[in-house]
T-cell receptor, first 113, second 113 residues
Framework: DQQVKQNSPSLSVQEGRISILNCDYT??????FLWYKKYPAEGPTFLIS???IKDKNEDGRFTVFLNKSAKHLSLHIVPSQPGDSAVYFC???WGSGANNLFFGTGTRLTVIP | EAQVTQNPRYLITVTGKKLTVTCSQN?????MSWYRQDPGLGLRQIYY???????DKGDVPEGYKVSRKEKRNFPLILESPSPNQTSLYFC????????????FGSGTRLTVV
């Protein structure tokens, strides 16, 4: 059963606007979350992460928000650029000695020039 | 350039014919892992290695073997491939576990007929 879910397979946004990618999880033990970006014919690239002791983490145009009570996280990209067009995966783990990440199925973001 | 190199990028093989997918990293990372990506299922961990000669099963290890004789290399072995192992495979490495953010290889698209 999928413990990390990305219910929107795709998202289209105009260049310059905000992109919001959503992720839900079912396992309340998860305490660390990551976002990866993947271009075609390449491996995923690490983007940003957040620990469950925080509710927000920012890195340039990328901000991740965590709502633990709702078991929900989101990635905001502001402003969106055509180069941001890619598939975005969220991933989760639990325990400081974690040896695995549980990935969502991905959301394909298209930024329209 | 810091990278994870997988070979081959594409492979078509027949059921039962042993094959090896190689993975090498040049970042002196201790932690390495193999994932497979299937439609609707995201990335799932096959095996991981915390250091030389230390390997363990992930979520979907059946039908796979790995070895870690040197720090830089982590080959994935399919002793008797079957059609349900047709998938996109990614090797990844990290300085100290998946929470540190993986560096992924570019992937190996395997088809077993």
């Amino acid at each position: 059963d999928q413990q990390v879910k990305q219910n929107s397979p795709s998202l289209s946004v105009q260049e310059g606007r905000i992109s919001i990618l959503n992720c839900d999880y079912t396992n309340s033990m998860f305490d660390y979350f990551l976002w990866y970006k993947k271009y075609p014919a390449e491996g995923p690239t690490f983007l940003i992460s957040i620990s469950s002791i925080k509710d927000k983490n920012e890195d340039g145009r990328f901000t991740v928000f965590l709502n633990k009570s709702a078991k929900h996280l989101s990635l905001h990209i502001v402003p969106s650029q055509p180069g941001d067009s890619a598939v975005y995966f969220c991933a989760a783990s639990w325990g400081s000695g974690a040896n695995n990440l549980f990935f969502g199925t991905g959301t394909r973001l298209t930024v329209i020039p | 350039e810091a990278q994870v190199t997988q070979n081959p990028r594409y492979l078509i093989t027949v059921t039962g014919k042993k094959l090896t997918v190689t993975c090498s990293q040049n970042m002196n990372h201790e932690y390495m892992s193999w994932y497979r990506q299937d439609p609707g299922l995201g990335l799932r961990q096959i095996y991981y290695s915390m250091n030389v000669e230390v390997t363990d099963k992930g979520d979907v290890p059946e039908g796979y073997k790995v070895s870690r004789k040197e720090k830089r290399n982590f080959p994935l072995i399919l002793e008797s491939p079957s059609p349900n192992q047709t998938s996109l495979y990614f090797c990844a490495s990290s300085p100290q576990g998946p929470r540190g953010g993986y560096t992924f290889g570019s992937g190996t698209r395997l088809t077993v007929v």
